[in-house]
């Protein structure tokens, strides 16, 4: 969301620019056209909307979309156990009726007293991450009220290098988009390490030590590379299906010059509606089925290598059911692909989910918002003028 709000106001200033030297902002005033009044204005106001808008989409990815959807993919709900105990019941083995007839030594004698032994009762407690609220207001209980950036320096420096490799690696296998996508997989699974430490950073509970000083051992790493290029080959198939398609379809020319659409056929525009609705459900079914299970997969590997001494911020099954071993008594220590995402249940499916959509509706209010902001802006700072 935060390149679609850089690339929006990149173009909007360009094209601010290049209609303003051709003249085509004008007034209208009895027919004649005017030159238009405030472009530099324009410009700063629209300069300053897009920075906002941008540090503000990418705080709701990092703090809703990173955070906490992390913490969501890796939380064990707990239950509570109650016991119950039952007061001491005395039975009497005579009916009333016959007590009479019974001496007070043979009443005492037919008297018995039971026990019922305690009962226990699971509840099952509602997961901290059920809502973004109580999952930032116990981030903010348990790590202070900066907690929602946790690991946002580990992140910066991470995405920085990635994008070092990344333009490395471009440069070396060329830059047609299957050589890009083998770019981008080559560079998480370098540095995968390093996201397997960003992953431990926001699921443990503050540490004293050092953020450099937690990295991952070179064993560790090991058990990480499989899932780490799984992840990223599954990342770059929602992004290179789409666009295969949409070069497949041949929709680049009718894209390019929309007010031609109108002049089709109806049959091709139906064909190109269709095709143009093809491409989108093909991004959004690769994301839901190949990059949503990738990731969850990932995140669930990586937690299961933190560190005994470090404690996870919410609850935390570390054995997967009994299906981890510790590698002192002789397991892996590590939870298998396939595990990770068995032992995430439906529950805890639909209730990522049901964050994900939250967090688009977060993203499109934003939007809205600060595109709006934006035409604001211009009609004030323009006044009678107007943009044609």
Same mark, same amino acid.
Request: hydrophobic content about 45%; charged content about 15%.
């Given at each position: 969301?935060?390149?679609?709000?850089?690339?929006?106001?990149?173009?909007?200033?360009?094209?601010?620019?290049?209609?303003?030297?051709?003249?085509?902002?004008?007034?209208?005033?009895?027919?004649?056209?005017?030159?238009?009044?405030?472009?530099?204005?324009?410009?700063?106001?629209?300069?300053?909307?897009?920075?906002?808008?941008?540090?503000?989409?990418?705080?709701?990815?990092?703090?809703?979309?990173?955070?906490?959807?992390?913490?969501?993919?890796?939380?064990?709900?707990?239950?509570?156990?109650?016991?119950?105990?039952?007061?001491?019941?005395?039975?009497?083995?005579?009916?009333?009726?016959?007590?009479?007839?019974?001496?007070?030594?043979?009443?005492?004698?037919?008297?018995?007293?039971?026990?019922?032994?305690?009962?226990?009762?699971?509840?099952?407690?509602?997961?901290?991450?059920?809502?973004?609220?109580?999952?930032?207001?116990?981030?903010?209980?348990?790590?202070?009220?900066?907690?929602? /950036?946790?690991?946002?320096?580990?992140?910066?420096?991470?995405?920085?290098?990635?994008?070092?490799?990344?333009?490395?690696?471009?440069?070396?296998?060329?830059?047609?988009?299957?050589?890009?996508?083998?770019?981008?997989?080559?560079?998480?699974?370098?540095?995968?390490?390093?996201?397997?430490?960003?992953?431990?950073?926001?699921?443990?509970?503050?540490?004293?030590?050092?953020?450099?000083?937690?990295?991952?051992?070179?064993?560790?790493?090991?058990?990480?590379?499989?899932?780490?290029?799984?992840?990223?080959?599954?990342?770059?198939?929602?992004?290179?299906?789409?666009?295969?398609?949409?070069?497949?379809?041949?929709?680049?020319?009718?894209?390019?010059?929309?007010?031609? /659409?109108?002049?089709?056929?109806?049959?091709?525009?139906?064909?190109?509606?269709?095709?143009?609705?093809?491409?989108?459900?093909?991004?959004?079914?690769?994301?839901?089925?190949?990059?949503?299970?990738?990731?969850?997969?990932?995140?669930?590997?990586?937690?299961?290598?933190?560190?005994?001494?470090?404690?996870?911020?919410?609850?935390?099954?570390?054995?997967?059911?009994?299906?981890?071993?510790?590698?002192?008594?002789?397991?892996?220590?590590?939870?298998?692909?396939?595990?990770?995402?068995?032992? /995430?249940?439906?529950?805890?499916?639909?209730?990522?989910?049901?964050?994900?959509?939250?967090?688009?509706?977060?993203?499109?209010?934003?939007?809205?918002?600060?595109?709006?902001?934006?035409?604001?802006?211009?009609?004030?700072?323009?006044?009678?003028?107007?943009?044609?």
């Amino acid at each position: 969301m935060s390149g679609i709000a850089h690339h929006l106001v990149k173009r909007g200033l360009d094209a601010t620019h290049e209609q303003y030297r051709s003249g085509s902002f004008a007034q209208q005033d009895g027919g004649d056209k005017k030159p238009f009044g405030h472009p530099h204005a324009i410009a700063a106001a629209l300069v300053i909307t897009g920075v906002a808008w941008f540090f503000a989409a990418s705080a709701i990815s990092y703090i809703y979309g990173g955070v906490v959807a992390t913490l969501t993919m890796i939380e064990t709900p707990t239950a509570t156990a109650f016991k119950i105990d039952p007061a001491t019941t005395t039975t009497t083995e005579t009916d009333e009726a016959d007590a009479p007839l019974l001496s007070a030594d043979e009443k005492k004698s037919s008297t018995s007293t039971t026990a019922t032994e305690p009962e226990l009762f699971y509840v099952k407690t509602k997961p901290i991450t059920s809502k973004i609220r109580t999952t930032i207001k116990h981030l903010k209980a348990e790590a202070g009220p900066w907690s929602r /950036f946790r690991g946002l320096q580990v992140a910066l420096v991470y995405h920085f290098v990635h994008h070092l490799f990344f333009q490395l690696l471009t440069a070396l296998f060329g830059g047609a988009l299957i050589s890009q996508s083998a770019a981008a997989i080559v560079a998480a699974v370098i540095l995968s390490r390093m996201q397997m430490l960003w992953t431990h950073v926001v699921i443990s509970t503050p540490s004293e030590k050092k953020w450099y000083r937690r990295f991952p051992s070179i064993e560790q790493g090991k058990k990480i590379l499989l899932p780490t290029a799984m992840w990223a080959l599954a990342e770059q198939a929602a992004i290179c299906v789409p666009v295969i398609l949409f070069q497949l379809f041949d929709l680049e020319g009718y894209y390019a010059n929309p007010n031609g /659409f109108k002049d089709l056929p109806e049959m091709q525009q139906k064909s190109v509606a269709l095709a143009s609705f093809a491409v989108l459900a093909s991004g959004l079914l690769t994301a839901i089925l190949v990059v949503f299970p990738a990731t969850v997969t990932l995140k669930r590997v990586q937690a299961s290598l933190l560190s005994e001494e470090n404690d996870t911020i919410v609850p935390f099954d570390r054995s997967f059911g009994g299906k981890v071993q510790p590698e002192i008594v002789g397991g892996k220590g590590v939870v298998s692909m396939l595990d990770a995402w068995k032992t /995430f249940g439906w529950a805890a499916r639909i209730r990522l989910v049901k964050l994900y959509a939250k967090i688009a509706a977060i993203q499109l209010s934003t939007s809205v918002f600060f595109v709006m902001l934006a035409v604001a802006e211009v009609r004030m700072i323009n006044g009678d003028y107007i943009l044609y």
